[in-house]
Antibody, heavy 123, light 106 residues
Framework: QVLLQESGPGLVKPSETLSLTCTVS????????WSWIRQSPGKGLEWIGI???????NYNPSLNSRVTMSVDTSKNQFSLKLTSVTASDTAVYYC?????????????????WGQGTLVSVSS | DIQMTQSPSSLSASVGDRVTITCRAS??????LNWYQQKPGKAPKLLIY???SLQSGVPSRFSGSGSGTDFTLTISSLQPEDFATYYC?????????FGPGTKVDI
């Protein structure tokens, strides 16, 4: 059974850097692609970016290059850094495993999710 | 960015009802469409991927159809545990985007 667990500070000050880690158990992190998604309180889902198993990344342009994602295969962990945070970055942050499948074309989909961690931005 | 819309935004139904939720993309996305179920305080759960493929372990009362810009999620016989919000997601191009959600009240 694949389990994902997000961890990191629950409170970050404005202008500082939000850092989260997703620990993966039950499978090798290097065999898959991984994503971060966030959900502001009472609102919908926003995709933050993806770390492909090839090592490349793709981030949501709406985050204005404030995002960095990385993988530590020795620890089976996947990380997110978001710089210069403001109150609008307050959200529940989820990590998710990404796979491809389906017909007639292989679509990316998120099959396993962490439980989510609430990060509040406030002084 | 590809914009996703869903209708209705909410619905009330009874146990045993057939429920259909519609998702529309702002441009053609072929079959690159996924459906998720989210319950309060929980992470989204994958139901359907690539428009019509049922995720392993998901009850067969859930089905998906569509291609291009118009998609549907159907619950053939609504069960009490299906009270949730349902989101569609396109993965045709980045940034991957989600619909605003459809809340199903039992």
């Amino acid at each position: 059974q694949v389990l994902l667990q997000e961890s990191g500070p629950g409170l970050v000050k404005p202008s500082e850097t939000l850092s989260l880690t997703c620990t993966v158990s039950g499978g090798s992190i290097s065999s898959y692609s991984w994503s971060w998604i966030r959900q502001s309180p009472g609102k919908g889902l926003e995709w933050i970016g993806i770390f492909y198993y090839s090592g490349s990344t793709n981030y949501n342009p709406s985050l204005n290059s404030r995002v960095t994602m990385s993988v530590d295969t020795s620890k089976n962990q996947f990380s997110l850094k978001l710089t210069s945070v403001t109150a609008s970055d307050t959200a529940v942050y989820y990590c998710a495993r990404v796979r491809r499948g389906g017909k007639p074309y292989l679509a990316y989909y998120f099959d396993y999710w962490g439980q989510g961690t609430l990060v509040s931005v406030s002084s | 960015d590809i914009q996703m819309t869903q209708s209705p935004s909410s619905l009330s139904a009874s146990v045993g009802d057939r429920v259909t939720i519609t998702c529309r993309a702002s441009q053609s996305i072929s079959n690159y469409l996924n459906w998720y179920q989210q319950k309060p305080g929980k992470a989204p759960k994958l139901l359907i991927y690539a428009a019509s493929s049922l995720q392993s372990g998901v009850p067969s009362r859930f089905s998906g159809s569509g291609s291009g810009t118009d998609f549907t999620l159907t619950i053939s016989s609504l069960q009490p545990e299906d009270f949730a919000t349902y989101y569609c997601q396109q993965t045709y191009s980045t940034p991957f985007t989600f619909g605003p959600g459809t809340k199903v009240d039992i």
